[in-house]
């Protein structure tokens, strides 16, 4: 079965850090790029970042770019997202997604999410 | 960066009914356009990539189609299960964003 499972999510002070994980199973997860995508409450999805199978290329949405870092460790399958300088507007459910690959190429939409981990910015 | 808009924001149809969605992209993306579902409390799902390819196990009244810049979500025979809000997404290039979304509900 494919799964992705989210941790980490926590309350954090503006300013602080956090660092979510993100553990895959049941595919080849050094095969496939993968994303994170977030969700503010009660409003619409926002693709934060994403990185290639091999973890040589990453992609930054331009609100986190400088602040956040993807990373995986494909010899344990988990995906990272280290969140620093957080401020309010941080504060969303954090999905982890696998994005479509195939033969060495990515295709940056998403076949498999994980359910969520909550992150919530506040003093 | 390319920026997607979807219309109608929300919509209200009976069930039976036909259900389409659009999608715009600022750029062009050619074909390399998705389409999730996302029902309350769930996360989000695949339903449509490269514009117009159904993913396998989704229903065959779930259809999309593109012209030119113009992508289209269509929902055939509306049944209970397909409320939520329904969002497309550019992959063509970073930042691989989403539209703003279009809530499906029941009248």
């Known amino acids: 079965e494919l799964k992705l499972l989210e941790s980490g999510g926590d309350l954090v002070q503006p300013g602080g850090s956090l660092r979510l994980s993100c553990a895959a199973s049941?595919?080849?997860?050094?095969?496939?790029?993968m994303s994170w995508v977030r969700q503010a409450p009660g409003k619409g999805l926002e693709w934060v970042s994403a990185?290639?199978?091999?973890?040589?290329?990453?992609f930054y949405a331009d609100s986190v770019k400088g602040r956040f870092t993807i990373s995986r460790d494909s010899s344990k399958s988990m995906l990272f997202l280290q969140m620093t300088n957080v401020s309010a507007e941080d504060t969303a459910m954090f999905y982890c997604?696998?994005?479509?690959?195939?033969?060495?190429?990515?295709?940056?939409?998403?076949?498999?999410w994980g359910k969520g981990t909550t992150v919530t910015v506040s003093s | 960066d390319i920026q997607m808009t979807q219309s109608p924001p929300s919509l209200s149809a009976s069930v039976g009914d036909r259900v389409t969605i659009t999608c715009r992209a600022s750029?062009?993306?050619?074909?390399?356009l998705a389409w999730y579902q996302q029902r309350p409390g769930e996360a989000p799902k695949l339903l449509i990539y490269?514009?117009?390819s159904l993913e396998p196990g989704v229903p065959s009244r779930f259809s999309g189609s593109r012209s030119g810049a113009d992508f289209t979500l269509t929902i055939t025979n509306l049944q209970p299960e397909d409320v939520g809000t329904y969002y497309c997404?550019?992959?063509?290039?970073?930042?691989?964003?989403f539209g703003p979304g279009t809530k499906v509900d029941l009248k």
């Open positions: 997604a696998r994005a479509y690959s195939v033969q060495g190429y990515y295709y940056y939409y998403m076949d498999v």
């Open positions: 049941g595919f080849s997860f050094n095969n496939f790029a």
């Open positions: 990185i290639s199978g091999t973890g040589d290329e990453t």
């Open positions: 750029q062009g993306i050619a074909s390399y």
């Open positions: 490269a514009a117009s």
């Open positions: 997404q550019n992959y063509n290039r970073a930042p691989f964003a």
